[in-house]
């Protein structure tokens, strides 16, 4: 386990190593905020279907990229014959000062229905024309209690259950019912897209997705007081059962 977590030239290191190892290129995704930025895209994917992966929009949820690249890591070679879009980091700068915003303190997570964030709309121009089966954005919650995720609701049966009890080998479950101020049962906050309140606050990755790129949609949030080592297996849990779910 490394304990660079925060040490973005190292993570860049390690998805390089990734890429050679597994022959999927390490692309550059956009130069912003005084960092290179990258995707990875498997040569199995294709345009609909697959998942997209993404961790690192907020830069203070360290568990997020470093458990992304550790399960690159642990597929080797399989990892060409997965079809995944990989965004392993959008937000280096804030990594390195463990800052939540980005450089000019705009949360990368509530602006993706505006047009003038480079990351952002790169993200756009890498996702364009595809339809995923499933979308997984990993996340930290520094009052989480436990393991808890977002799941938006359209397709049926759910997955947000299977998901966490993945994940509950490494972290219990957050018991509370009231999670930033909404309802939330057995860890899972599940809700249809109120589109109003968004254009409010401004979209989220998950909610631009939801209406435009992917099927289902998940938020996973491990809680940033527990272990490193844990938060990561978890995250690792739920990226594998993920997986299982749309490869077989
Ligand atoms: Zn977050």
């Not at 390690?14 to 005084?34: E, H, I, N, Q």
């Amino acid at each position: 386990m490394s304990h660079r977590a925060h040490d973005y030239r190292h993570l860049v290191e390690r998805w390089r190593t990734v890429a050679r190892k597994s022959g999927v290129p390490l692309r550059r995704l956009v130069r912003a905020d005084g960092y290179e930025h990258f995707y990875l895209r498997t040569p199995a994917l294709a345009q609909t279907g697959g998942i997209y992966f993404s961790a690192g929009i907020h830069g203070d949820e360290a568990a997020a990229t470093e458990a992304l690249i550790t399960w690159a890591e642990q597929q080797g070679k399989k990892l060409r014959h997965l079809p995944l879009l990989l965004l392993p980091c959008l937000n280096p700068w804030g990594l390195v000062q463990n800052i939540r915003l980005n450089r000019q303190g705009a949360d990368l997570n509530r602006g993706f229905d505006r047009t003038d964030l480079p990351v952002v709309e790169a993200v756009k121009r890498v996702v364009a024309g595809h339809q995923f089966e499933a979308s997984v954005m990993l996340h930290e919650d520094y009052d989480g209690q436990g393991i808890y995720l977002y799941e938006i609701q359209r397709v049926q049966p759910h997955w947000g259950e299977a998901l966490l009890k993945a994940a509950r080998k490494h972290l219990p479950t957050d018991p509370r019912i009231w999670i930033d101020g909404r309802k939330t049962a057995k860890g899972i906050h599940r809700r249809r897209i109120d589109k109003k309140r968004f254009e409010q606050i401004g979209y989220p990755e998950a909610v631009w997705l939801h209406f435009e790129h992917s099927e289902r949609t998940f938020t996973v949030e491990t809680p940033s007081e527990f272990a490193l080592e844990r938060r990561v297996a978890a995250h690792i849990a739920v990226i594998e059962e993920v997986v299982l779910r749309v490869v077989g």
